[in-house]
Structure formats: structure tokens, C-alpha cells
């Protein structure tokens, strides 16, 4: 899955672009609700080795806002992850550059969306 596939989703559904909040990483762009400003998603590219995978490629993340119960169950270490540098209990991480189904990825931004609203 693309990179550009994620920001076109959130903007078409939700009307909100990506910022780049952080200079030293012009990679990463944070989506956040428009009235209150939480954070739902988060679009990194990093070393697949910062997820503990046994590479150094480069691979886009997405983190999103997630149950603690259903993020338990999809945590598989291949294509979902815990958090990369947050909550691990609140959030997780998506590997695009996995097998990962687009639907599945829609879904969880839908989720993530409304869980932090």
C-alpha cells in the first residue's frame, strides 16, 4: 500500500491533510481532528529495523489510535505492530510496505478516527 493511498483516503473522508509538525523529519505527517486537534493517525517513513524487523529498509508506518482488545488480537509482528514511539497499549503500528489489505488499513484510520475524537 501507498503512502499517497492513506492521504487520499483521509482527505477525501475526512477533509484533513497531513502535517509536517517536525523539521528534522519531513517524512512524518500527523493527521488531527480539526475542532480539537487530537491526533488519529501518523504517517512515518523509518527503518523497517526501529519495528524489529531484521532489515534496514525503509518502509512507510502508519501509527493510529486502537482498543487495547482489538489491538492485542492484531498485533502479528509482520504487519501490525505495538506502537512505534507511543502508547503501546492506545496505539499501533501499521507496516504499508507489508501484505496488508487495503480495506483492512481504511478500516483502522475509520477506528482510529472515531476513538479519538
Same mark, same amino acid.
Given at each position: +500500500?501507498?503512502?499517497?493511498?492513506?492521504?487520499? =483516503?483521509?482527505?477525501?473522508?475526512?477533509?484533513?491533510?497531513?502535517?509536517? &509538525?517536525?523539521?528534522? =523529519?519531513?517524512?512524518?505527517?500527523?493527521?488531527?481532528?480539526?475542532?480539537?486537534?487530537?491526533?488519529? *493517525? $501518523?504517517?512515518?517513513? $523509518? %527503518? *523497517?529495523?526501529?519495528?524489529?524487523?531484521?532489515?534496514?529498509?525503509?518502509?512507510?508506518?502508519?501509527?493510529?489510535?486502537?482498543?487495547?482488545? $482489538?489491538? +492485542?488480537?492484531?498485533?502479528?509482528?509482520?504487519? &501490525?505492530?505495538? *506502537? =512505534?514511539? +507511543?502508547?503501546?497499549?492506545?496505539?499501533?503500528?501499521?507496516?504499508?510496505?507489508?501484505?496488508?489489505?487495503?480495506?483492512?488499513?481504511?478500516?483502522?484510520?475509520?477506528?482510529?478516527?472515531?476513538? %479519538?475524537?
Amino acid at each position: +500500500m501507498k503512502r499517497s493511498d492513506v492521504e487520499k =483516503y483521509i482527505k477525501e473522508k475526512f477533509d484533513i491533510l497531513g502535517e509536517q &509538525i517536525f523539521p528534522k =523529519y519531513p517524512k512524518f505527517s500527523v493527521f488531527r481532528h480539526k475542532k480539537n486537534e487530537k491526533w488519529f *493517525a $501518523l504517517l512515518m517513513q $523509518l %527503518s *523497517a529495523s526501529k519495528l524489529g524487523l531484521k532489515s534496514d529498509e525503509m518502509i512507510e508506518v502508519l501509527n493510529l489510535k486502537c482498543s487495547p482488545d $482489538l489491538a +492485542m488480537v492484531l498485533v502479528d509482528e509482520r504487519q &501490525i505492530f505495538k *506502537a =512505534y514511539h +507511543m502508547n503501546k497499549k492506545h496505539w499501533i503500528s501499521v507496516n504499508l510496505n507489508s501484505k496488508i489489505s487495503q480495506k483492512t488499513v481504511f478500516d483502522l484510520i475509520d477506528e482510529s478516527f472515531e476513538l %479519538s475524537k
